[in-house]
């Protein structure tokens, strides 16, 4: 069965970097994009970006471009996404997802995803 | 970016109940929109794709509709297992975003 399996919980100062991984297992894992969702306490869910598991290329939201880092192990089937200079307001439950692609846009040239296997998230800590 | 808007943020409800849930985009995305069911401490769970097509071993009282910038979501029958927080997601444009959730609380 498809799972997608993080790393533990994390505390960092303001200003550190932290690095959450995503195993996955189950499947191909080069033939789904992984995408993460951070939720902060008692908030909503926000999208950080996706990352291709086939090549490479990634699309991250404007808000964090910049401090924002995906990359893949294909050898061991783990995504990774690192977060550098990070503030209070980044303390959030972080999540990984294998996305599903909706339909093909031809406007931007790339597919469109919702989110259809979920990590069991990382607590990260942001506190001085 | 597409504003997504719940309602209500908050529902109560008795077992066996028939509820519905309101997404509204602040913009058309015509059928692109999925629902996602959380429980306290998990990751959430997909439930729907493309505003009404039901994923596979999602109990068939979950239901959704609508389409540009009207959605619903409809649990018909409410079970136990079902109190729990419910949130849309556009996935029409980057970036993709989620209405702020609606909690279902057992009355």
């Known amino acids: 069965q498809v799972q997608l399996v993080q790393s533990g919980a994390e505390v960092k100062k303001p200003g550190a970097s932290v690095k959450v991984s995503c195993k996955a297992s189950?499947?191909?894992?080069?033939?789904?994009?992984i995408n993460w969702v951070r939720q902060a306490p008692g908030q909503g869910l926000e999208w950080m970006g996706w990352?291709?598991?086939?090549?490479?290329?990634?699309n991250y939201a404007q808000k964090l471009q910049g401090r924002v880092t995906m990359t893949t192990d294909t050898s061991t089937s783990t995504a990774y996404m690192e977060l550098r200079s990070l503030r209070s307001d980044d303390t959030a439950v972080y999540y990984c997802a294998r996305a599903l692609p909706g339909y093909y846009d031809i406007l931007t040239g790339y597919f469109q995803y919702y989110f259809e296997y979920w990590g069991q998230g990382t607590l990260v800590t942001v506190s001085s | 970016d597409i504003q997504m808007t719940q309602s209500p943020s908050t529902l109560s409800a008795s077992v066996g109940e028939r509820v519905t849930i309101t997404c509204r985009a602040s913009?058309?995305?015509?059928?692109?929109l999925a629902w996602y069911q959380q429980k306290p401490g998990k990751a959430p769970k997909l439930l729907i794709s493309?505003?009404?097509s039901l994923e596979s071993g999602v109990p068939s009282r979950f239901s959704g509709s609508g389409s540009e910038t009207e959605f619903t979501l409809t649990i018909s029958g409410l079970q136990p297992d079902d109190f729990a927080t419910y949130y849309c997601?556009?996935?029409?444009?980057?970036?993709?975003?989620f209405g702020q959730g609606t909690k279902l609380e057992i009355k």
């Open positions: 990352l291709s598991a086939h090549n490479g290329n990634t």
């Open positions: 997601q556009q996935y029409n444009s980057y970036p993709y975003t």
């Open positions: 189950g499947y191909t894992f080069t033939s789904y994009n």
């Open positions: 493309k505003a009404s």
């Open positions: 913009q058309s995305i015509s059928s692109w």
